[in-house]
């Protein structure tokens, strides 16, 4: 029955091969477009959020209690040590470092502006996130003598500086007074980490301590293995550290995390699209071919063909188009959203446009199985949803009626 | 011979309680025996495609009751009334009605197909009726490669090749000239013969209706005369 049915539906619709074609590729096209865009800004949105993760927040951050609020020198970590040994013994810890945060003043011979100063471990940050990635002039060193410092991109823009120039950096130390220091400028980082890229400037981390008069860090960042049990960390970390808080990366960049809500609603109205002309094309096509072939169906449930078969046999008419648009739609985005995973999508000749709001110039894009199980949901339920009215108009034919018209 | 089909008081009434009222058929009486090969014949309008519908059960009856082989069709629902012609009765149509995107063979395998028959055994008796109906070498073509006359032989071949006990064809020579319509109703004399299955037919050909064994006469919806044909 199922050879019949299927057999039946596939010759229907290559009865009418171009109308058939129209549709498919109607389906095609949605689905390949929306496959596109999908990839393109689920990639821009993780590049955006993978930027700030390993520039900065990692995908948990440890402080003081009251330093996010009030980031005041003296709230150092305590217990320091004895976190990081548990951590370096925790499961589902990859890797983690700690830095000294401080904000301070940056100068040069002419110019000064507000710095975010991190005072940080070179070698550790390279295990840890390939912070070393992001230098675009220079080199990701502080010099033997530590003397060195790494600049945000803007930073070193607005500064009228480069790798060999010379600045100095004052930042409040521990015991009230005003610290200074004078580095040379060994790298320039562009992060797309908007607040790293306008103000901050990476130290070395003993320096750091030195400048300000610091034990301990005050900040840990923490790279997990499996994020969906990082709460489970978090409330280990806050029972057994009472004096530290723990926060995400979604909890540290708000406004990242709705970014991406925000695409997963805009992916929501796209499958909304593709469902409607989906529905519509199919709908349309199905309805046609019904009414044109009233006759025909009335034969056939004069010779004994059961309505319920009939639905079947039309049912499988919209399932095939909506399959063959399908698979003609997914293995085209398939395909563009490989090549752009693989060589980005390049948007260069945007870049400062782009780097104001964080975005790469070289989008790669995602591919998620879900894009195309969701797809498919979507086609599947226009191609049944289509078939509804058609159905019902031939349900109110009579056999003997439209047999003798 | 046996009681059957046996209509009794059936009645028709097209658009009831409206103006455009009709009494298509009237307190029908009527009983056949199995394996007859009936005409009804009668002017347009008489009642013969209304009768042959009551019968298929493609159209409910206003009145009275229909029974084929001891089953009360009058009494079925939808599905019911649906596997009955599937599994019993055999259609053939004025104007062949024959699946366009089918072939020949096709065609003429759809009914026992449905009936959940297997490819063998469907292509055994294809091969059976076609060499009977002498079809055999257009078993490959569509419909509309096959001139009117070879299309309502597969149209026959498509009614007769689930073995049902009952085949109903309203006018099948309507569309055909006299000698396709003559060998065409000796083929559906000789079916009736071999295959001992029931053939009602509706005409106005005087050709047509002397090959039947029993004429039914109609006129405004009643039965003039019923008669055996020597």
């Given amino acids: 029955m199922f050879k019949l049915i299927f057999k039946s539906a596939l ?38 959020i993978g930027n700030a993760v390993r520039s900065d927040s990692s995908q948990l951050s440890i402080f003081a209690k009251g330093f996010r609020a009030q980031p005041d020198v003296k709230l150092q970590l305590q217990k320091q040590q004895e976190i990081k040994n548990f951590l370096a013994h925790h499961p589902n810890v990859k890797s983690h470092i700690s830095r000294i945060l401080s904000r301070g003043l940056i100068a040069t011979a002419r110019y000064n502006r507000n710095a975010l100063i991190y005072g940080i ?23 033997d003598k530590r003397r060195g410092a790494l600049l945000g991109y803007k930073l070193a823009k607005k500064l009228k500086i480069s790798p060999g120039d010379k600045v100095v950096l004052s930042a409040q130390s521990m015991d009230q007074q005003i610290a200074s220091v004078a580095l040379r400028v060994k790298g320039v980082l562009r992060t797309n980490n908007l607040s790293i890229d306008e103000s901050g400037v990476f130290m070395h981390k003993q320096r750091a301590k030195a ?17 969906s049990r990082v709460a489970t960390l978090q409330t280990q970390l806050r029972t057994k550290f009472p004096g530290v808080k723990s926060y995400t990366w979604e909890q540290l960049y708000p406004a990242l995390q709705q970014s991406r809500e925000l695409m997963e609603l805009f992916n929501s109205i796209s499958y909304a699209i593709v469902f409607c002309t989906a529905a519509i094309g199919i709908f349309g096509v199905v309805l046609v071919s019904v009414l044109e072939r009233l006759r025909e169906f ?18 499988a008419e919209s399932f095939l188009i909506g399959v063959a648009g399908f698979a003609a739609g997914s293995l085209l985005g398939g395909a563009t959203l ?37 797809s498919f949901v979507a086609v599947f339920a226009a191609t049944f949803l289509s078939v509804l009215i058609p159905l019902r108009i031939l349900r109110k034919s009579k056999p003997v009626e439209v047999i003798n018209e | 011979m046996s009681k059957f089909i046996t209509l009794s008081n059936v009645s028709k009434i097209f658009n009831p309680g409206t103006p455009l009222e009709v009494d298509a058929l009237q307190d029908i009486d009527l009983v056949l025996d199995r394996g007859e090969f009936v005409v009804l014949s009668g002017p347009s309008g008489s009642g013969k495609t209304t009768l042959l519908n009551l019968m298929g059960g493609l159209d409910r009856a206003s009145g009275g009751t229909i029974r084929i082989d001891g089953k009360e069709i009058t009494a079925l629902h939808e599905d019911a009334l649906c596997d009955e012609r599937r599994d019993n009765i055999g259609f053939i149509f004025q104007a062949y009605n024959l699946i366009p995107v089918f072939s020949a063979k096709e065609n003429i395998e759809y009914v026992m197909k449905l009936q959940g028959r297997d ?23 569509l419909p509309s490669n096959l001139s009117g006359g070879q299309q309502q032989r597969v149209a026959v071949a498509r009614a007769v090749a689930s ?24 083929m559906m004399e000789k079916l009736n013969r071999e295959e001992n299955i029931t053939i009602i037919f509706s005409s106005h050909d005087p050709m047509v209706i002397g090959k039947a064994k029993r004429s039914v006469v109609l006129k405004d919806g009643k039965v003039i005369k019923n008669e055996t044909v020597s």
């Fill in chain 1, 11 to 48: 010759a229907s619709l290559l009865r009418r091969k171009l109308r058939t074609a129209l549709v498919i590729t109607m389906i095609a096209m949605s689905l390949w477009g929306l496959l596109l865009m999908q990839g393109i800004y689920d990639g821009m949105v993780q590049q955006m």
């Fill in chain 2, 119 to 141: 490819q063998p055994s469907c292509d055994r008796r294809v091969t059976e009726v076609a060499k009977k109906l002498g079809i055999e070498k257009l078993l490959h073509k």
């Fill in chain 1, 338 to 374: 490989e090549y752009f995973a693989a060589f980005g999508l390049d948007l260069r000749s945007f870049s400062d446009a782009l780097g104001e709001f964080g975005i790469d110039a070289v989008t790669y894009a995602m591919i998620k199985p879900e894009y195309f199980t969701t």
């Fill in chain 1, 211 to 227: 400048m300000l008069g610091l034990e301990n860090a005050h900040q840990i960042a923490v790279m997990v293995h499996d994020y």
């Fill in chain 1, 298 to 315: 009335g034969v056939l449930r004069a010779i004994g063909t059961r309505f319920g078969v009939i639905a079947a046999m039309i049912f």
């Fill in chain 2, 163 to 186: 073995k049902p006990k009952l085949i109903l064809a309203d006018e099948p020579t309507a569309n055909l000239d006299s000698v396709s319509a003559g060998e065409l109703m000796d």
């Fill in chain 1, 121 to 143: 471990d070179p070698g550790a940050e390279i295990t840890h996130a390939s912070l070393n990635r992001y230098v675009v002039e220079g080199a990701f060193d502080f010099g």
